[in-house]
């Protein structure tokens, strides 16, 4: 479950060496997002706000 805020982002999940695996438009404070489609490991994602700067990046740990 991804917190928006209710603004309006993109979701870019990539793998560590920065290949991009999943994008996501997020439009709802809270939306699901399926990482069914990644194995277990470490991502790094971005967040980019709707004029496409990046408004946030991090870490994450997908666990199965």
């Given at each position: 479950r991804v917190r928006t805020g209710g603004d309006i982002y993109q979701l870019n999940i990539m793998d560590m060496s920065g290949k991009?695996?999943?994008?996501?438009?997020?439009?709802?404070?809270?939306?699901?997002?399926?990482?069914?489609g990644l194995a277990t490991g470490l991502y790094v994602y971005?967040?980019?706000?709707?004029?496409?700067?990046?408004?946030?990046?991090?870490?994450?740990?997908?666990?199965?």
């Open positions: 991009l695996l999943q994008m996501e438009r997020l439009t709802v404070d809270g939306q699901n997002v399926e990482l069914n971005q967040m980019l706000d709707e004029a496409g700067n990046v408004a946030h990046t991090g870490r994450m740990s997908v666990i199965k």
